[in-house]
């Protein structure tokens, strides 16, 4: 196996890819990769094990709002609870995938997260979109791909300030994921929703 | 909507999906080492992600009434039972993987009793009713998930009941 040094990424592969399929980068800036439980397919299913459980809790997140949309109180909390579960399962497959690291380790990877997000994976996901005639996908990615951008510079700022441990209080936009750090805004920067939709994180 | 555009959203969304669960992660990390504000500054972010991870799963036109919604809910959770986990246990005995082979069973007991929870909740809610649920008891250790009371000890994993989640 193989791990990319630009943006970690690992290829269960035999020999290195010509490119990274993640951030591009050439050949040389792999390096080989022993994962912390034994075999290619138990990392692999385990990595399939993560991405299912992920989805299965964002996909009841969403149901448990319909539930309360609908005046189904129970339901809700029913799709909450097992939210939670699958929350636990992604968070055992993820640490056991050895991909939880130390915190300085964590920002890099986070901030290499927004990074792609924002420069590769959405500009192109807003081009097809605009070519097959969606413009209100393509507002949503490009909505995404700002916020992601915003996401990045505060996981920056974070990494400069982590001796510190600067205290502030973050405000998330219910509306598009926009943060904003210490200020509650009058209106949402990038979506224009109002202050009411912002979220204090505590 | 055409083919290349719903497939960049179901990227996108099992991209987000994937950084929601990773930030949670880290920031529970970050409380461990005594960083409290980097734990916030990640816990910020990944609901952020979850906003779009949301947002992207309702273009893609999947969040149907609460009856659909219980249905595809099952079929995940049946799929898991009945097919993914017992083959991800199988090839993680073959190979002697211990920790994998636990995360895998953790996992592999509790969807059977979401499944099970599933289905009376969707055939309360087909007869005309919301349904009738006591409280949710989550263990945080493997993600068993018990109506009514918590247990002693979870029954999967040996938590004390205090570890518990109510919902």
Redesign the interface.
Known sequence: MWQCTVCQHIDPGESAPIQCPVCDSPQDKFVSYEP????V??WQ??K????????????????A???DE??????A??????A?????????????LG?????QE??D??FE??NL?EVK??P??IT??E????P??AL??SR?RD?ERE?GK??KK?MQH?MA????T?Y????????SDGLLPDECPICGAPQAAF?E?? | MRKMTEDNLKDAFAGESQAHMKYLAFANKAEEEGRPNTARLFKAVAYAEQVHATGHFNKLGLLGGTVDNLQEAIDGEIFEVEEMYPAFRAVAELQGEKGALQSIKFAFEAEKIHAGMYQKAKQDVESGNDVKLDAVYVCPVCGHTVEGQAPDRCPVCGATRDKFVKF
């Open positions: 912390p439980a034994g075999g397919k138990t299913n385990l399939a094990g993560f991405i299912g459980e992920a989805q299965a809790h964002e996909r009841n997140l969403a149901f709002r319909k539930a609908e005046g189904l109180s129970q339901i909390k029913l799709f909450r609870a097992i939670s579960a699958e929350g636990v399962h992604a968070y055992n497959h993820l640490q056991h991909l939880v690291k130390d915190t964590n920002m990877t986070a997260r927004e997000a994976m959405y192109r996901f097809e979109a070519e097959e005639n969606a209100e996908i949503a990615f995404a916020v996401h505060l996981y974070a982590m441990e600067r205290e502030t973050y998330v936009c219910q509306v598009c994921g926009y943060v979220k994180v505590l």
